[in-house]
């Protein structure tokens, strides 16, 4: 499975961003599909998650209510949808999938990965 995220760019604080996570097939009804991020000198952290088995979504309680993951009907487009972006959540934002079911939390829990796409939020 191949992952391409795009929809990072430079945002103010409080603004919105949609970030996109497209896969070479069908990928998010058999995989779970999450999002991480990692800012520098910082660990790559969970920002959420979609289980492709129950269809369940979760996002870290540091973006509870800001931000929301969802997928289109063909599967293939993973969404995390970003709103009242503050400048702690500037990163690197990476689309994974997991084979596990439920929702994956940690990054080996992930077998793929995209390469990535900036967030900059000015303050």
């Known amino acids: 499975v191949q992952l391409v995220e795009s929809g990072g760019g430079l945002v103010q604080a409080g603004g919105s961003l949609r970030l996109s996570c497209a896969a070479s097939?069908?990928?998010?009804?058999?995989?779970?599909g999450g999002w991480f991020r990692q800012a520098p000198g910082k660990e790559r952290e969970f920002v959420g998650a979609?289980?492709?088995?129950?269809?369940?979504?979760d996002v870290a309680d540091s973006v509870k209510g800001r931000f929301t993951i969802h997928r289109d009907s063909a599967m293939k487009t993973l969404y995390l949808e970003m709103n009242n972006l503050q400048p702690e959540d500037a990163a690197v934002y990476y689309c994974?999938?997991?084979?596990?079911?439920?929702?994956?939390?940690?990054?080996?829990?992930?077998?793929?990965w995209g390469q990535g796409t900036q967030v900059t939020v000015s303050s």
């Open positions: 994974a999938a997991s084979m596990l079911t439920g929702i994956p939390q940690r990054t080996f829990q992930y077998d793929y």
């Open positions: 979609a289980s492709y088995s129950d269809r369940r979504t």
């Open positions: 097939e069908r990928a998010f009804n058999r995989y779970a």
